[in-house]
């Protein structure tokens, strides 16, 4: 196994265990919906109408994002190869000279060490934000 391939272990170990999930690029079109249906309900129908369009206007954006919602460890194990060595490198910035023989000492290591796991999974989350345009949800 490549140290790659560790390090996104490592990542969706990291995420499972805070349970996070994924928006990518939709929940924008839900909120839209909803104000856009609320928008229209109003003009054509005054007050209730903004009640009933944002109503319909929920309900639709709901339908329209549903599914969405990936478990990060997913995300992170569909990620192109491409996009998982970007992540390592991320990653390795906060890791420096860590050495590891394998995943499990690699685990072991970050989640036995408070500060590093916070800055691994700050790596995680800056790259998840910023390459994937994705919002993290965690769940409780």
């Not at 007050?47 to 309900?59: E, F, H």
Request: a negative charge.
């Amino acid at each position: 196994m490549s140290r790659v391939d560790d390090v996104m272990r490592l990542c969706c170990e990291l995420s499972a265990d805070q349970q996070m999930k994924t928006a990518v690029k939709h929940s924008g079109k839900g909120a839209a919906a909803a104000g856009g249906l609320a928008f229209v309900g109003g003009v054509i129908g005054g007050p209730l109408g903004i009640a009933v369009g944002g109503a319909v206007g929920g309900l639709l954006g709901c339908w329209m994002t549903s599914g969405q919602f990936k478990p990060l460890p997913q995300v992170i194990m569909e990620m192109s190869p491409d996009q998982q060595k970007r992540l390592y490198d991320d990653v390795m910035t906060v890791l420096g000279g860590v050495t590891w023989a394998d995943v499990a000492q690699l685990t072991a290591l970050v989640m036995g060490n408070a500060s590093l796991q916070q800055q691994v999974t700050g790596a995680l989350l800056g790259y998840i934000h910023r390459e994937l345009q994705a919002e993290i949800h965690y769940v409780d």
